[in-house]
């Protein structure tokens, strides 16, 4: 069973167009998180939820809208994609526990190609 | 969180033992040391974290020095599979907020 899981694995699209990029954790987490990969490689978070409430933006456009429906589900709409926002999109999720032992699990990335 | 600083890329022969370094020297007494790594364009993985004391997992172990202001990871018997870049990231629990620094690409050669 995947611990974490993204849809769709692969994202091309045009420029302006609306999408939508799917995750579920089956660990029973409570944090979830989007982060951002461009193309140099600099992985930069942009939303923590901790049990469907936000807890992190990180000055992300408002194009971008995440929704978690419930503690399980993380989802990242996009509105009017732009060319700069082409970059592989991980998912990640961590239980809080005390004692520093907050493991983030990350899903395997949608590659998102706006042309 | 603290800043950590790491060298941009290391090789290491087959077999051999990796040390990758990282620097955290403001780091605060609350703060744990996280290593994680990717693994060409996969997601990152968890390999270990630490307070104060030495650690040690299946994957590695995690050695902070006395003053904490710096760490090593070492990979005892690396194979050509643990090419991949390697994060420490230095913050405190309940964060909410890992920030992964540019890493140290590892390259395993044959």
């Known amino acids: 069973d995947t611990a974490v899981s993204q849809t769709p694995k692969y994202l091309v699209t045009q420029m302006g167009n609306d999408k939508s990029i799917k995750c579920e954790q089956n660990l029973g987490h409570d944090t979830m998180y989007w982060y951002k990969q461009d193309s140099k490689k600099f992985l930069k978070i942009m939303f923590s939820?901790?049990?469907?409430?936000?807890?992190i933006n990180e000055t992300v456009p408002n194009r971008f809208s995440p929704k978690s429906p419930d503690k399980a589900h993380l989802n990242l709409h996009i509105n009017s994609l732009e060319l700069g926002d082409s970059a592989v999109y991980f998912c990640?999720?961590?239980?809080?526990?005390?004692?520093?032992?907050?493991?983030?699990?990350f899903g395997s990335g949608t590659q998102l190609s706006v042309l | 969180d603290a800043k950590t600083t790491q060298p941009t890329s290391m090789d290491c022969a087959e077999g051999r033992a990796a040390n990758l370094p990282c620097n955290h020297s403001t780091i605060s007494g609350n703060e744990y040391v996280y290593w994680y790594r990717q693994i060409h364009s996969q997601g990152p993985q968890y390999i270990i974290h630490?307070?104060?004391n030495n650690e040690t997992n299946e994957m590695a172990s995690l050695i902070i020095t006395e003053d904490r202001k710096s760490s090593t990871l070492i990979l005892p018997h690396a194979t050509l599979r643990d090419t991949a870049v390697y994060y420490c990231i230095a913050t405190t629990s309940g964060t909410y907020k890992y920030i992964f620094g540019t890493g140290t690409r590892l390259k395993v050669l044959a």
């Open positions: 990640a999720s961590s239980q809080l526990r005390p004692g520093g032992n907050e493991k983030l699990f």
């Open positions: 630490g307070l104060k």
């Open positions: 939820y901790n049990n469907k409430e936000l807890i």
